[in-house]
């Protein structure tokens, strides 16, 4: 037996007791006849210690263990003289009376402590080391206890979860397919799946109900900081149901990992419009940590001769608190910000309203201090606060606000990762319209329904019809979205036609779910988390990367796996592929 | 709200009350002068009653309803006049005040009933109807729960479920891998994984300690009837352990489906070598529903003349209980199934031991009464007894035996799919010998460990090197297997060299885990278990192919997704691939 007890159990409770344990060596020090040794393993830490005295042959051996030996101990468990009250198991240590090598270990290429000397690239290379880590292993924990406790959520509520196949056929809409050649039908591919989406749809066309699926999915993305090429949903879909039980389910949910997971009681969800969120926020997923909503003051600014705002369709300002005080060189900064490339603002127009109730702009040769003072208190300024006014085409500056209403709430440590606001975008717009390639595209997926009031501006005005169509949002973060499907054929066959599909073509690829619906689909929907997401925002994690046992890098390689690499001229032959690339 | 019930909930107790169902129409049928619809759920079934009299309007409704139409109804719940027993629903009926249908549906292509009058070719193309057939769908409901309790039980022991990546290397050993064309990296491949055996080796690197995950799998291997491209592990490994903890841990796990599930409470698990499995059923995964087990009696047969036996190195019998009564016929149909090329004995002995007590045999002219009666008694025979013999090479005959064995289980109806026997097989061979290649193959996988006693073993007679490895068998079906790995760098040295790898040659297919080894490896080792087979026998089916939702057939066809299929030159363009088969 390799141990009686883990590295993290043992308490002055236990006092006397001989006992076994094994693990690693997280450091061994000297301090004068005595060796200690901090032996880890996932459960936690437990000091051993070798006594010169008592057993010198014991400590030679001791003397010579490096950091990460994996040893094996027994010893009794004896109080310590001066206790750890950092450690759970810190009022005791274990006398050693007998140590066992079972590994050695090279020195590893960092250190294996909560914060490492190890850069990124060198801790993905190893990074079965980089998981020994307490913080990123306890990532991996929550992961784990995450994806148990939504299991059981939906359990309890008779979800069924339903595997649907990896291995699928190649549906050319959406993101790109990863594909699998097929050996036994050759010049054939299967594709990997981007979603189960028309899966879950077929299932509920079988009457499952409530189905549910904790499932990767695949997306052949040229990869941004967090995106990965496979990725994690919860996955469900119901029948029989309307948009409010299925905001009601997963509100439920997501209250449910809260409570569970880290005992915090999250009120119930505000609800905002796709159309408001645009407004106030300039974003479908706004931080709501922070308040610093827009306010639109194109009416105030004008005819007072300034052509910049005259000429543009929108003038937005926020109202940062207490920044009146903010340096020539903090605006500069704010200025420079908002004129990068990413963003790609003009200028930027700041009102300064001081403390001592004076008002002073970058644009007082066009306004007077009353012109501002109408600004500020449109936009519920108080004497001490900062007026951001940003102008131009309505929808890019709203974006552009976006940005910058996020950097103000970092710089005023506004978002704060212990706090969580959570609230659900509704009624999305059905269609977006896509400017060059002259044609409208759904928004979410050709089988998203309408709001029925709005199905019939589906002729006359396609681009206001709203979806019911909803994303949850937690800290600025989209977890997740879903939507109500359409299951009346006819208005089926009026969603391809606006989107310009003609029957052979949403036949072609859309063929089996259309069949299916010919037998009796019943009404439902559904909604998709990403958990990988949703981990990340519960640890606090800036990447999902970092809750991902073993992640891709930004090409999408496994760096310790050396994947994707070159396969033999064997596989090739078998799978009749000629590669048309120039060797390496 | 589409229903304030479901189909299967309602009883006596909520007579009187108005509820709102939905659901898919079962059957309707006309008497006098009423319509009475069955009306369906993934919950059960409920009977819908319309009334002539009362309502001719709905009841013209009514009668129109087809087939698998998807309807609402609103009405109260009346006490039936003629009870079904049968039904949980059975006491009551919905007398129907308004009815909503919700779709209507095309006439199935088969009966959507427990029985289907559909083949099994056109019930895959339509899985989706398929499905809604309450014993499919139930199949599905297992595969769920027991996946459930699995997660439960594993979580309870602190197992951690780890999400491995689906995208990982190809690795050149063991069966054939599916690849996936990297864009990002043109030339190179991802693999599917067969198994994540190297990564939660590495896992366990990383202090992990008890890892199990319910993962999918992929091998891109000619089909067989019961073998699918992508099936499902639970897969599981544990440091600082030996073999009898995954022993005990994973029979509990049996033991805790089997009781949860199925409420059977199955005995403790016996256990046999390998070695005496073989010599006593022919099988490593012999069904131990019944005896049978393999006689030798080669010793009792010599030197009578019967050249047969006398020039075979094995002699073996089985006897079949109650079977002297066999008719000429009935041996003939034996001797027919055992010459079978798939099976490819030579010929089948039989001795009947009469009612009577006399011996009468197919080698009467060889053989006395005295000899028959000594080979009866050391099988154990009794008077009405059939004794079958084979003979040839101990290995070939001994599967041919096995094979009898099974066939005479069917006859005399000694499967019984209701009765579980459970047995562990220990002690594999750590090595297969391949004649044609001249080498020795790991079994298992070539991180297996040798049984500590056997290792010196490696050297002078490799093939009788027992290894720490362990199966699952259920009713003749292997469930899942493992093993104790080597994590001393020197053993695995031994292992590959007696392997024929060389140090480059390891390095290469192995690299990473060699490496992740010289940081210190506990002692670790797992088990898998084939969550296909595993539900198959809880639900008594002969196929794993009834527990999977969307299967594939033996052509690695999804013939409802039409996948395989082509994809466009612009995916392959982008891919740099070319497809070296004619176009069809």
């Known amino acids: 037996m390799y141990r009686t007890n883990t590295c993290g159990e043992l308490r002055i409770a236990n006092l006397n007791q001989e006992v076994t344990l094994s693990g690693w060596v997280q450091k061994a020090r000297k301090f004068g006849g005595m060796i200690f040794v901090d032996l880890r393993d996932r459960y936690g830490i437990t000091q051993l210690v070798f006594n010169q005295e008592t057993n010198a042959a014991l400590c030679e051996q001791a003397v010579k263990l490096g950091r990460e030996w994996v040893i094996q101990v027994i010893g009794a468990v004896t109080e310590r003289s001066s206790k750890n009250p950092n450690l759970p198991t810190g009022d005791i240590e274990i006398t050693v009376s007998e140590l066992n090598v079972l590994n050695a270990s090279e020195t590893p290429p960092f250190t294996i402590e909560d914060e490492s000397d190890g850069g990124d690239d060198l801790r993905m290379k190893y990074r079965y080391l980089d998981l020994r880590r307490t913080p990123v292993r306890a990532n991996l924990e929550l992961r784990h206890r995450m994806a148990f406790a939504t299991r059981s959520y939906l359990n309890d509520l008779r979800f069924m979860e339903v595997e649907t196949p990896v291995l699928i056929g190649s549906t050319p809409e959406g993101a790109r397919d990863f594909i699998v050649p097929s050996r036994m039908n050759p010049g054939e591919f299967y594709a990997l799946p981007q979603s189960p989406q028309l899966l879950k749809q077929l299932l509920m066309v079988s009457g499952f109900d409530r189905y549910f699926q904790i499932v990767k999915c695949f997306r052949d993305e040229d990869l941004r900081a967090d ?13 029989f149901i309307e948009q409010e039980d299925i905001l009601s389910i997963f509100e439920g949910l997501t209250k449910y990992l809260f409570e569970t997971i880290k005992n915090i009681d999250i009120p119930n969800f505000p609800r905002i419009t796709y159309a408001d969120a645009m407004r106030l926020y300039g974003s479908d997923k706004p931080d709501t940590r922070f308040g610093m909503q827009f306010v639109e003051i194109k009416d105030l600014t004008e005819g007072k001769g300034f052509g910049v705002f005259d000429s543009a369709e929108y003038v937005g300002a926020i109202c ?9 060189k903090q605006l500069d900064e704010l200025t420079d910000f908002v004129k990068r490339p990413q963003i790609g603002a003009k200028g930027l127009v700041y009102v300064r309203y001081e403390a001592d109730g004076s008002l002073k702009s970058s644009v007082d040769k066009f306004y007077s201090p009353e012109d501002l003072k109408k600004w500020a208190e449109k936009a519920g300024a108080k004497p001490g606060d900062l007026l951001l006014i940003l102008c131009g085409e309505t929808e890019k500056t709203q974006k552009q606000l976006s940005e910058l209403r996020l950097e103000m709430g970092n710089r005023l440590n506004l978002r704060d990762k212990n706090k969580y606001n959570c609230l659900w975008v509704i ?9 060059e390639l002259n044609r409208y595209f759904a928004k979410h997926h050709p089988f998203t329904s309408p709001k029925p009031e709005d199905i019939s501006l589906l002729d006359s005005n396609p681009g206001a019809v709203r979806a019911n169509a909803y994303d949850l949002v937690i800290n600025g973060v989209e977890i997740g979205g879903g939507s109500i499907r359409i299951y009346n054929s006819e208005l089926q066959k009026k969603m391809f036609s606006v989107l310009g599909f003609g029957d052979e073509q949403a036949q072609a690829q859309f063929g089996f779910l259309l069949n299916a619906f010919k037998y009796g689909a019943p009404p439902h929907g559904g909604i998709a988390f990403g958990l990988d997401r949703f981990v990340s925002i519960f640890a606090g994690l800036d990447s999902i990367r970092d809750c991902i046992a073993f992640p891709k890098n930004n090409s999408g390689r496994d760096v310790m796996f050396d994947a994707p690499s070159t396969i033999t001229q064997e596989q090739l032959d078998e799978l009749h592929l000629k590669v048309d690339w120039p060797k390496k």
Chains 1, 2 share one sequence.
Do not use: H, V
């Open 227 to 239: 995106r990965q090429p496979e990725f994690t949903q919860i996955d469900c879909e119901m029948s």
């Open 320 to 328: 940062a608190k207490g920044c009146a005080s903010y340096t020539r």
């Open 427 to 435: 009624d999305f717009p059905l269609l977006e319209y896509d400017e």
